[in-house]
T-cell receptor, first 110, second 115 residues
Framework: AQRVTQPEKLLSVFKGAPVELKCNYS??????LFWYVQYSRQRLQLLLR??SRESIKGFTADLNKGETSFHLKKPFAQEEDSAMYYC????????????FGPGTSLSVIP | GAVVSQHPSRVICKSGTSVKIECRSL??????MFWYRQFPKQSLMLMAT?????????EQGVEKDKFLINHASLTLSTLTVTSAHPEDSSFYIC???????????FGPGTRLTVL
């Protein structure tokens, strides 16, 4: 079964502290993994995807196929990082649906 | 970059009426679009996959006769909530994926309130 889990519903960290948002998945085959972010009153937007191995706004995520995880990390949290973060997976075809995790609300305390 | 728009952004209707929500891909053609529903403080729940020129594929538990989807062109998909009831009040979001691409682009969402 295709599934994405994010164990933390809420996560609060102090400004400047490291952040790790956990994501685990189950999928038969080779999925594509994504992190989406939704800032207050804004549309959902792509933060990063595993195939590009990029760093966006200081965030990185490494796909660990052995642990079926795709945790999102940032070494120093900023107040503007406060948002809702969704881990998601999809197949590679354009018609493949995206399955979202339940989301983690990150709050960065000044 | 690719843009997906939705109209209207907000709609309030009376119970029993029908509401149509449009989703457009503005600078690319999308053979497949997706419709999601998001309740407050919850994740996106996929409702259906909209296929241009053919019937939509609905997720388990989604009533196809209540949520009518029409994907009449490569840039437009519509979701009609028929005989809306207060429990249908939610945030409806569409997305589309550029053929051959790996990124989904999301619309800004439509907030439906049924009185």
């Amino acid at each position: 079964a295709q599934r994405v889990t994010q164990p933390e519903k809420l996560l609060s960290v102090f400004k400047g502290a490291p952040v790790e948002l956990k994501c685990n998945y189950s999928y038969s085959g080779s999925p594509e993994l994504f992190w989406y972010v939704q800032y207050s009153r804004q549309r959902l937007q792509l933060l990063l995807r595993h195939i590009s191995r990029e760093s966006i706004k200081g965030f990185t995520a490494d796909l660990n196929k052995g642990e079926t995880s795709f945790h999102l990390k940032k070494p120093f949290a900023q107040e503007e990082d406060s948002a809702m973060y969704y881990c998601a997976l999809s197949g590679s075809a354009s018609y493949d649906k995206v399955i979202f995790g339940p989301g983690t609300s990150l709050s960065v305390i000044p | 970059g690719a843009v997906v728009s939705q109209h209207p952004s907000r709609v309030i209707c009376k119970s029993g009426t029908s509401v149509k929500i449009e989703c457009r891909s503005l600078d690319f053609q999308a053979t497949t679009m997706f419709w999601y529903r998001q309740f407050p403080k919850q994740s996106l729940m996929l409702m259906a996959t909209s296929n241009e020129g053919s019937k939509a594929t609905y997720e388990q538990g989604v009533e196809k006769d209540k949520f009518l989807i029409n994907h009449a062109s490569l840039t437009l998909s519509t979701l009609t909530v028929t005989s809306a009831h207060p429990e249908d009040s939610s945030f409806y979001i569409c997305s589309a994926r550029i053929p051959g691409g790996d990124t989904q682009y999301f619309g800004p969402g439509t907030r439906l309130t049924v009185l």
